[in-house]
């Protein structure tokens, strides 16, 4: 892997070695202007080892056939939505996705209640088109049109919540695969290997609903919720090592028990009730996702590493379970106070945490 220079590398930056080695161990056709074929694309995302021994680290972490899904739509005409609720690795998935098959995913758009259609379109380079007029120079080409004219991938970022009407300026894009500009009368038309990766959170399903002409351009892949316990503690573990290095933190990687308690908190506060459904719980408001146990594990090593003795232990995870949980002061404080009476402070391995947490909140 490359030293990074900068606080986050681009995945084709970060991975530059691995998707190196699959190009030359690629024998499978490839589709118009894709660095690699879909089955290595595959792999790229699930991870694997290839013929000369180059071991290629799993990104996304979940079911095969959702991935290959997934780069089968992009092979064809249609582009790809991929939908869930927050922290299933959309973003994620979009960002790698377009890493392997176009070895750029920064031709990005993101999707704000304030998005304008130039952001998607093209916008105009104000000093040129005043001194010489509309033309081709003065035009300032969008991420999109960027991926039209090399022929790559485009992302949009939380599609639905760019209003409704700038979506829809998606749709001569997805379906003639054409631009107009009508200011210079012609038009942009896309050469192969152009296509579109949209992300939209669940949660904000009908903020701006899609409309039906733009949805049918798009084949949905849903990103669930990791499965099990086992699945989301591999997940947490892996990419709060990864990120623990990235941010050359001095700790050791999360010890397992650890992310398992953290993981354990998050699915039983998220579903209801606890694993062995004897107690139900109140739901906090938060999401509770995959991303914010990250997160809480994450931190957690950096007050280890420079607050405590190098490992993460209850101590440190409080502090960041505290914050993940209670979001909101009132209801959200009275879930986390029956939690830790009803469930933590009954797990007889699990008292250190509960003093830690009570030391925190003496409520
Ligand atoms: N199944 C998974 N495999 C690998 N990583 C995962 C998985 N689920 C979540 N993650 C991790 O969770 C983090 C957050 O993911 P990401 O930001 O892509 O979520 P998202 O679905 O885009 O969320 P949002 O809806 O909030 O935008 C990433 O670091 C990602 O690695
Ligand atoms: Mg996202």
């Known amino acids: 892997m490359t030293t990074p220079t900068v606080l986050r590398p681009s995945a084709e930056t970060q991975y530059a070695d691995e998707l190196v080695a699959l190009a030359a161990t690629d024998d499978k056709p490839r589709p118009p202007q894709w660095k690699l074929s879909p089955q290595a694309v595959v792999r790229y995302v699930l991870g694997g080892t290839l013929s000369d021994g180059t071991v290629i680290t799993p990104k996304y972490v979940g079911e095969r056939r959702l991935v290959e899904v997934a780069v089968g739509t992009l092979v064809t005409d249609r582009a790809l939505l991929l939908v869930g609720v927050p922290g299933t690795a959309k973003s994620w998935l979009s960002e ?10 920064t031709l990005i758009v993101q ?8 952001a998607v379109r093209y916008g105009w380079n104000y000093a040129r088109l005043i001194s010489e007029g ?4 003065a035009l300032v080409p969008s ?10 991938v485009a992302r949009v970022e939380e599609l639905t919540r760019m209003p409704a009407e700038v979506q829809d300026s998606l749709i001569t894009i997805l379906s003639e695969k054409a631009l107009p500009v009508p200011e210079l009368n012609l038009q942009f038309q896309a050469i ?7 992300t939209a959170n669940d949660r904000d399903r009908g903020v701006n609903q899609m409309s039906s002409a733009l949805a049918r351009r798009f084949n949905t892949v849903v990103l669930p919720p990791p499965a099990t316990e086992d699945a989301e503690v ?18 050791e990687p999360p010890a397992l028990d650890e992310v398992r308690r953290v993981v354990r908190i998050f699915r039983e506060l998220r579903g209801g009730s606890t694993v062995d459904g004897r107690t139900q719980l109140k739901k906090p408001s938060g999401s509770l996702s995959t991303a914010e146990a990250i997160s809480v594990v994450t931190s957690g090593m950096a007050l280890a590493a420079h607050f405590g003795d190098g490992s993460l232990g209850a101590d440190e995870l ?11 002061r009132v209801s959200d404080t009275a879930a986390w106070q029956e939690y830790l009476e009803a469930v933590v402070k009954e797990r ?5 945490l509960y003093r830690a947490c009570r030391e925190l909140d003496p409520a």
């Open 96 to 105: 790698h996705l377009a890493a392997a098959i176009s070895g750029n995913s």
């Open 111 to 118: 999707g704000t209640a304030g998005t304008s259609e130039e």
């Open 134 to 137: 509309p033309s081709e120079a």
């Open 143 to 152: 991420p999109v049109l960027r991926a039209m004219q090399t022929g790559a």
């Open 192 to 198: 192969p290997g152009f296509t579109l990766i949209g």
């Open 234 to 251: 591999e997940i947490v573990s892996q990419r709060a090592a990864q990120l623990g290095r990235a941010l050359e933190l001095p700790s």
């Open 318 to 328: 409080a502090a960041g379970l505290l914050g993940a949980v209670i979001k909101d």
């Open 348 to 352: 007889k391995e699990w008292r250190d």
